[in-house]
Nanobody, 115 residues
Framework: QVQLVESGGGLVQPGGSLRLSCAAS????????MNWYRQAPGKERELVAA???????YCAASVKGRFTISRDNAKNTVYLQMNSLKPEDTAVYYC?????????WGPGTQVTVSS
């Protein structure tokens, strides 16, 4: 059974940092792309960052230079390091992977950037 569980969200001031973690189980983690999405109130879910099985990364233009995605295959965990956070980064952040055409999601973790 595929499970994705995010952690690390919280309330942070503008300019601050957070590191999100996503613990994965139920599949061969090292073989699959892993993604971070976010959804702000009233907005559509959007792709924030992705990492391939080989470690190549992608970050959306809105977070490039501030966010970094990484993975630890020994721990079956993917991370999202978020620096220089802005109020517009406030959202629920979701971990995602696609296996055999099906999307799997974690329950999400809330990130709030506010003074």
């Amino acid at each position: 059974q595929v499970q994705l569980v995010e952690s690390g969200g919280g309330l942070v001031q503008p300019g601050g940092s957070l590191r999100l973690s996503c613990a994965a189980s139920g599949f061969t983690f090292s073989r699959y792309f892993m993604n971070w999405y976010r959804q702000a109130p009233g907005k559509e879910r959007e792709l924030v960052a992705a990492i391939t099985s080989g470690g190549s990364t992608y970050c959306a233009a809105s977070v490039k230079g501030r966010f970094t995605i990484s993975r630890d295959n020994a721990k079956n965990t993917v991370y999202l390091q978020m620096n220089s956070l802005k109020p517009e980064d406030t959202a629920v952040y979701y971990c995602n992977t696609r296996l055999q055409g099906y999307d799997f999601w974690g329950p999400g973790t809330q990130v709030t950037v506010s003074s």
